[in-house]
């Protein structure tokens, strides 16, 4: 059995702590704020050692090592093991309410919001190196503990997860998207009266939507450029794709063209899984 190494991280308040302790009821030998200058020889003794509990393993690295974080990347290029990198991170407004929920203060000892702000300039070099962003803004702990064995599923099975999630650009970008595709380009079922109170998961809307020579004309262009680079992906070792699609409110054409793409993706045996993140909150 290979070993399976990630390293969890990422914004204070984002659900570390909580992703550390899904690892460990998963089976993983987690140590916590394990100082950087330690990484290395804990990984060398790890890999020379016969003891299966060091075939699974989860280390937790955040804002705390200071100043030692310029030299992450440095450190995890000369490790034995390449390690997943998971960054979990969440808006700012959810972040300050985690916080203000617990009483707890942030790491760097400043006002929250400042102090996250702080955090994310300290921190954007790690999240770029990630293998994947997990935002957490809209998800509870037993999505959280879905999500995390959803993961671990791929990583064993090393094959692409591919997340495909309709939004509103009212509500956000989500963070954790590696494509965006902005489709308000298409024409609004907002706009028309019978449709305005439904939802794109429903087929009134999806034949309005699709009944358009461009709405089908970017599906073709856009569901074959996404095929064309899944294979450059995980070629450069990728084990997961979150594909974002919005609309202005994500009720109507980002459900449809979500649910469009899954379609297509998963008839190409690509296995998906479909958010739609605004679904519910437009009005």
Not at 216 to 225: I, L, P, T, V, Y
Request: proline content about 4%; overall charge positive; charged content about 30%.
């Amino acid at each position: 059995m290979d070993t399976q190494f990630f390293i969890i991280t990422g914004i204070s308040g984002a659900g570390k702590s909580q992703a550390i302790k899904c690892f460990e009821d998963l089976g993983f030998f987690c140590v916590d704020n394990l100082p950087l200058i330690l990484i290395e020889k804990f990984v060398s003794l790890s890999t020379a050692s016969k003891d299966n509990r060091f075939k699974k393993i989860a280390l937790g690295i955040d804002i705390r090592e200071g100043e030692n974080l310029t030299d992450f990347p440095r450190i995890i290029s000369n490790l034995a093991l390449r390690p997943r990198i998971l960054f979990f991170d969440a808006s700012d407004e959810t972040i300050i309410r985690r916080f203000s929920e617990t009483r707890r203060k942030h790491p760097l000892g400043k006002i929250v919001p400042e102090a996250v702000k702080t955090e994310r300039a300290i921190l954007s070099d790690i999240k770029e190196q990630s293998s994947k962003v997990i935002d957490t803004t809209d998800v509870n702990l037993q999505e959280l503990k879905e999500t995390i064995a959803g993961l671990l599923k791929i990583s064993q099975k090393t094959e692409m997860r591919i997340t495909a999630i309709s939004f509103g650009y009212k509500y956000g970008v989500p963070s954790d998207a590696d494509i965006v595709m902005d489709v308000r380009f298409l024409p609004n079922p907002f706009y028309v009266k019978d449709l305005k109170h439904r939802t794109g998961n429903e087929r009134k809307v999806k034949n309005y939507v699709m009944g358009f020579p461009e709405a089908k004309e970017f599906a073709k262009s856009f569901f074959g450029m996404i095929l064309s680079i899944i294979p450059k992906y995980i070629k450069e070792g990728k084990s997961y794709l979150t594909i974002a699609l919005g609309c202005t409110g994500g009720r109507h054409r980002s459900v449809v063209l979500a649910n469009e793409l899954k379609e297509y993706l998963s008839k190409k045996k690509f296995s998906v899984i479909l958010k739609h993140r605004d679904m519910d909150k437009a009005s």
